[in-house]
């Protein structure tokens, strides 16, 4: 008989049955150990360490003293070279001047400053020998090969006129010389050398140079509110590139544990006992459900550490809130497009290796993202990003990637993404779930992605 | 001679079901009616067609055509009623066998504590003792084969649907299985259990169905089938054989053939004529010569199998059909 309550009831059975497959693909896949290191420990020891490496880096190399003998008929580079070794051991007893420095080189655009304070090179004393003499070259290398000289330079005199293109500065190092401490010689050698010249032919270097220098950027552009907002490249390439790795890596997780999870079922044969007991659909809509929690556990978990990375340095302001609201849109989005290929290829083959074929395609399209970021972040409103922002497999990872660059796009674009976005997840999980019904009870032969878009149409 | 069992009170009905896998026909023309409380044997050779039918009892895959009706409704509707083993067996192989069991019982409706301790419970009963805290993976087959039936009982289904059963168990765990399936069926439960063991058969059903290339040959109860399968033969021990006797057994009025037993060289079989009353053949048999024994031979499933599988063409050779094809597409 079938009273309103029994009706009731079978219905809240089929809801239980659903929730209880959830929970199984849940428990199995994010409460194992292999997860939790795999998927949470292994991916913050990485972040640590990379947070720690500067750190590792910077430590003092052992500090050097010694003479470099420089060959010189000008004797203008030994004594150029001099006044450069002696600043470079008073500075490298003044490490906050020397970050300072950076700061100002990399906002002037003197890059290649900039990369020469950042070597640090630790406590250096090094004297200059220099001398005017062409033939004493070889028995100072002889030196150099004795471990008695650092180094030994020689200056091509026609480095120091006005055609010094075909001309070398040679310098020989002991065999034991760090590549740091070399890079240093060389670094001051060439600046040496090129006061020298400079000083020869009558100019200033001192004012040649700060007539050189770029000058410091003070961008700012028209924030939402209305007002300002400094301009960064951090929050023009890397906050979007952040943001969509974080929907990428979440949502690619958890689409292939459904993948394994469904292959599992159809290998070890345990699927024909699980339709006795729940139907296509409800096992689907199980193992999808299952996997959404195990994806909003690694986009959570991502994504705290991400923003309290961020809050660390201070620039927590570079996301605001809205973008977060996006996110979640956006990967509800991505989650479920993503699943629905996974899940229909996993019924559909019988292992992992078969599934390769039927999942590369996919794959093929979902890196575009990945090959279009810097384009896109760098142009969020040019042609390219809005024409892909309408293209199903792709909006959401494009979308985010245009959300959160710095420039602000037009609402109708989100508003239409969103629709088109939606409707076709809508499309793909129903067509997914033709294929779900037809693929789990297939055996033998795996089929070829047109076959398994036929699926779609059987009765 | 032998009638299908009436339409009402059934257990599992089909009526008229086609099933075709490419041009192959899996199942053809399928009427049967399993009664309420009956404990049926599925019989046929290798790819007759019955894994393909219990499937579309389970409505895993759907037929062609015809209609197919459990419990007086769609196996859909009906599935935490209904226990079943398929024929490929398989479990998760991470999974510890407790939990396997709890998670397979709460799918089919019982809340997790009482699904729990069901499979403590039965596990004790299949001499499984434990087994329980164990991965799946780290049991023997057998071991795995009688987890895979805890599943299909655990939730105490009204109709058991058991594709071959005894398939890779020992003569030892064979016995427990068929005292397990009497119990259920002694406790009201319809079962149903496909198989090609004949002894099996014969030795638990109250009720036979035989299907050969996709077609019933016979749907009965057993003993409407020794009934109407008589052999119509004596089985006799003489005391004295000489080669002469069997000649002149031959020769006794009423009998229509003399040979030997296969299974036993010492008994000689006494096939008689329809009419003959098998009473006095007997008498006249003794009568003849000394006997150590003389005894009615019994119709065994063997004979019926050999008879009606060879009189239909012999056994198909095995067709893909049990596979499920691209044709099988169940409906949501």
């Known amino acids: 008989m079938n009273t309103p309550e029994s009706t009731a009831s079978g219905r809240s ?30 991916p913050m020891v990485i972040w640590a360490v990379i947070a720690v490496m500067p750190l590792l880096i910077s430590r003092e190399p052992p500090p050097l003293t010694g003479t470099i003998a420089i060959v010189d008929e000008s004797g203008l580079v030994s004594a150029e070279a001099e006044k450069a070794f002696r600043a470079a051991a008073e500075r ?134 209305g007002g300002t907002a400094k301009e960064s490249v951090v929050a023009r390439i890397f906050v979007p590139f952040g943001f969509m790795l974080l929907l990428w890596i979440s949502v690619f997780s958890s689409g292939q544990y459904l993948l394994t999870t469904t292959i599992e079922e159809k290998s070890n044969k345990v699927m024909e006992v699980l339709l006795s007991a729940v139907s296509p659909m409800q096992l689907l809509a199980g193992k999808i459900l299952g996997q959404a929690l195990v994806s909003a556990v690694l986009i959570g978990v991502y994504g705290v550490v991400a923003m309290s990375g961020l809050a660390l340095l201070s620039m927590a302001d570079l ?109 793909m999980l129903w067509a997914a779930a033709r294929i779900f019904r037809v693929g789990v009870l297939m055996q033998g032969k795996p089929p070829s992605p047109l076959e398994l878009l036929k699926w779609i149409h059987y009765q | 001679m032998i009638r299908p069992a009436p339409e009402r009170d059934a257990a599992i009905v089909l009526q008229n079901v086609q099933k075709r896998f490419g041009t192959t026909y899996a199942v053809r023309d399928l009427d049967l009616v399993v009664p309420r409380g009956s404990l049926c044997g599925f019989l046929g050779p290798n790819g007759a067609g019955k894994s393909t039918t219990i499937r579309m009892i389970m409505s895993i895959i759907y037929p062609d055509s015809g209609a197919v009706r459990v419990l007086d409704g769609s196996a859909l509707a009906k599935k935490d009623q209904i226990g079943y083993l398929p024929e490929e067996r398989g479990l998760y192989r991470t999974m510890r066998v407790v939990e396997f069991l709890a998670y397979i019982g709460t799918l ?45 009982v655990l939730h105490d289904p009204e109709l058991l649907i058991l594709d071959e059963p005894f398939s890779g168990l020992d003569p030892m765990n064979a016995m427990l299985m068929s005292r397990v399936i009497t119990d259920l069926h002694d406790a009201g439960k319809t079962i149903i259990f496909s198989t090609h063991q004949m002894r099996t058969a014969e030795a638990l059903c109250d009720r036979v169905v035989l299907i050969n290339r996709g077609e019933k040959l016979l749907d009965a109860p057993l003993a409407e089938v020794r009934t109407a399968f008589d052999e119509h033969t004596i089985i006799i021990e003489p005391q004295h054989e000489d080669s002469a006797l069997m000649q002149r057994l031959r020769g006794l009025p009423g009998v229509s053939d003399v040979r030997r037993d296969e299974e036993n060289d010492a008994h000689l079989l006494v096939r008689l004529n329809d009419e003959q009353n098998l009473q006095a053949g007997m008498v006249a048999v003794m009568a003849f010569a000394p006997m150590h024994s003389v005894a009615i031979k019994r119709t065994s499933l063997d004979f019926v199998f050999l008879k009606l599988v060879g009189d239909s063409g012999g056994a198909a ?9 691209t044709t099988g597409a169940p409906r949501s």
Not at chain 1, 23 to 41: C, Q
Not at chain 1, 361 to 380: E, G, K
Request: aromatic share 6%; net charge positive; hydrophobic share 50%.
């Open chain 2, 108 to 152: 089919k409706g019982l809340d997790g504590a009482t699904a729990k301790r069901r499979a403590l419970e039965w596990l004790e009963r299949i001499d499984l003792p434990g087994q329980a805290k164990k991965k799946c993976q780290e049991l023997s087959k057998g071991m795995q084969q009688k987890v895979q039936f805890i599943a299909s």
């Open chain 1, 92 to 225: 490298s007893k003044d490490t906050v001047g020397d970050a300072i420095a950076i700061v100002g080189a990399a906002q002037s655009g003197d890059i290649a400053a900039m990369q020469g304070m950042a070597e640090p090179i630790g406590t250096v004393n090094i004297t200059v020998e220099g001398t005017t003499d062409p033939t004493a070259a070889e028995a100072l290398r002889e030196r150099v090969r004795s471990n008695e000289l650092l180094g030994v330079a020689v200056i091509d005199p026609q480095l120091l006129t006005d055609q010094p293109q075909n001309a070398t500065l040679e310098l020989l190092v002991q065999s034991t010389s760090s590549p740091k401490h070399t890079t240093m010689y060389e670094r001051i050698l060439r600046s040496a050398t090129v006061k020298a010249r400079v000083a020869l032919t009558g100019g200033n270097y001192e004012q040649l140079s700060a007539m050189l220098k770029n000058p410091v950027m003070d961008t700012q552009r028209v924030a939402r509110g």
């Open chain 2, 317 to 325: 050779p095995i067709a893909p059909a049990a596979r499920v094809s």
């Open chain 1, 13 to 42: 059975t089929g809801m239980t049955k659903i929730l209880t497959v959830a929970w199984r693909e849940f428990k199995y896949t994010a409460l194992t150990k292999a997860f939790v290191f795999g998927a949470i420990i292994l």
């Open chain 1, 319 to 427: 996301v605001p809130p809205m973008l977060l609201v996006y996110l979640v849109i956006y990967y509800v989005m991505a989650y479920f497009m993503v699943a629905t290929m996974m899940a229909a290829v996993g019924s559909a083959v019988s292992d992992l290796r078969e599934a390769q074929a039927l999942v590369t395609p996919a794959m093929l399209v979902l890196m575009v993202p990945m090959i279009l970021w810097m384009p896109i972040s760098d142009s969020p409103n040019g042609m390219l990003a809005v024409v892909t922002s309408f293209i199903p497999p792709v909006i959401p990872f494009v979308m985010i990637l245009r959300l959160a660059a710095s420039e602000p796009i037009p609402m109708w674009q989100t508003m239409l993404s969103l629709v088109i976005g939606f409707a076709s997840m809508f499309v």
